[in-house]
């Protein structure tokens, strides 16, 4: 190594903490504006939070920052010096090719705009969103067209959530998961088995699920010495190492909703705060990328908390927690909360079948969007269109239709394809977990997830944004990304479920 390299890098390391500790400060302040913040505080927070966001910019396109990472051209790196320098180097990039005009103004209007879609879908009444749902779409074409005018700008917007894998691989994905999904659901759908409903009459307080809740998170592992349960109209978590947050929300007549959308939200806080400690504000200490965080959530999700042996585990605390399902066993549970819906337009409270139908809808929907072959207030009849082509239903209002999910109202155009890509990399992750620990149902059914834990944070966790996607996919488990796992997982278990 060069004698210069260590001082270049160690100038680079100095400025992305900077930039590191104010998208911290925005995530606190954004969690608070969903958790916490009267509702009078909407004009002030989205000034600050368009303040931190331009000193965000400006910091990460700084000279010096620049200065350092050609220097650093010309030096011998060792490999994780070449990570986090390729890592810092590409949000630099992007970033110096965004005028900070425009991204102060993108994070004013998301702002502005999280609190019309709130209105808007307690109104079930989307033209209340749609004038800011339109800025927001003209913003993103900036922000794209400033990035790479001559490239899809769809692509160029999914590239933030996940860089490496790419669009064309989220089709594939996504249309492969079409193609053989809906012949599944379908089978499902003919079948004679009906899964049983132990909630269905009863009504459930929200305190009983939240002490229940509470209840699974210590079980399955979650610190609270550094994180923390609220309730929020969309689940979200929040937060890094040292301090992530979950949230979550009640139904009344629907506790299963709670509970998976909590325990998906455990998968999220758990990664956060699995990510090394020393590392804090560097790359080598920050998330992969949302495909590979959602591989996390939907793991435990799915893969654990839509168990047999899972709900064999908390059978006793559920009976305990509500009345009306004192004599109901575990199996039962199980099964339940397995039920394929064939009534259900809600995304969070769909199951792990028909779930993808209702992210391709959303992905059509948004590339259409920013590539400009759909205009805004055409989008709830296309969509209502959409569900009932590929899930055989209409929603009856806009609440239960384009405005039930948040994203949009961030801005966050080319994020939900990470959910069906995490969804698959979840799979073949438990699948190389089990090969390597043997017994996890044992283990899952006695409670115990020590060994599941530590194989995650050995295998994926530790690592940081050390490599790219698929490089870390092939780190944990010997082979390339693959849907295989995924559609291995599903085809056995529906067709255990429903005598397929």
């Not at 699974?216 to 349960?229: A, H, K, V």
Request: charged share 30%.
């Amino acid at each position: 190594m060069s004698a210069e390299a260590p001082q270049a890098y160690d100038d680079l390391l100095e400025a992305y903490r900077r930039v590191s500790n104010v998208e911290s400060a925005v995530g606190v302040l954004s969690w608070d504006q969903q958790v916490t913040m009267p509702d009078g505080g909407a004009p002030a927070r989205s000034r600050q939070l368009s303040t931190l966001s331009g000193l965000k910019h400006e910091l990460l396109t700084d000279d010096g920052i620049a200065d350092a990472l050609e220097t650093l051209d010309r030096s011998e790196l060792n490999d994780e010096q070449r990570a986090v320098v390729r890592e810092i180097r590409r949000e630099h990039e992007r970033a110096a090719a965004v005028p900070q005009a425009l991204i102060e103004q993108i994070s004013a209007k998301s702002s502005e705009a999280l609190e019309v879609w709130e209105s808007a879908k307690a109104d079930a009444d989307f033209s209340q969103f749609a004038p800011v749902l339109e800025e927001l779409v003209e913003l993103r074409r900036e922000y794209a067209a400033a990035i790479d005018p001559d490239r899809d700008p769809y692509a160029v917007l999914f590239e933030d959530y996940e860089p490496y894998l790419g669009l064309e691989t989220a089709e594939q994905v996504l249309e492969r998961l079409r193609d053989e999904l809906v012949p599944l659901i379908e089978a499902v759908g003919d079948s004679d088995v009906t899964q049983p409903d132990p909630f269905a009459d009863g009504t459930y307080s929200e305190q009983a699920q939240e002490d229940l809740s509470r209840e699974i998170l210590t079980r399955i592992g979650y610190d609270w010495d550094r994180g923390r349960l609220d309730t929020s109209s969309h689940p979200f978590t929040s937060g890094n190492q040292f301090d992530c947050r979950v949230t979550t929300r009640f139904l009344e007549d629907d506790p299963l909703s709670a509970l998976t959308a909590t325990v998906h939200e455990f998968g999220h806080a758990f990664y956060n705060l699995g990510l090394p400690q020393e590392e804090y504000g560097t790359p080598l200490g920050s998330s992969r990328n949302l495909s590979v965080h959602e591989s996390q959530s939907r793991l435990w999700e799915n893969h654990v908390g839509r168990s047999r042996p899972f709900w064999e585990s908390v059978a006793d605390d559920v009976r305990e927690a509500f009345e009306g399902v004192e004599d109901i066993d575990g199996e039962t549970f199980y099964r339940a909360a397995n039920r394929v819906y064939d009534d259900n337009l809600i995304r969070v409270d769909a199951d792990e079948l028909t779930y993808h139908m209702h992210i391709v809808v959303r992905f059509e929907i948004e590339r259409d969007l920013i590539n400009g072959d759909l205009d805004v207030e055409d989008v709830p009849e296309v969509w209502n269109d959409k569900y009932e082509q590929y899930l055989g239903l209409r929603p009856e209002n806009d609440a239960e239709g384009a405005l039930q999910d948040i994203h949009w109202s961030h801005g966050n155009f080319g994020y939900f394809p990470t959910y069906t890509l995490g969804s698959v990399m979840a799979a073949q992750l438990y699948a190389a977990a089990e090969d390597d620990l043997g017994d996890l149902d044992g283990s899952i059914r006695a409670g115990e997830f020590e060994d599941l834990q530590t194989w995650l944070r050995e295998n994926v966790h530790h690592h940081g944004a050390r490599y790219t996607t698929d490089d870390l996919v092939e780190v944990a488990t010997g082979e390339s990304y693959t849907a295989d796992y995924f559609l291995e997982y599903v085809t056995e278990k529906y067709g255990d479920l429903y005598e397929l």
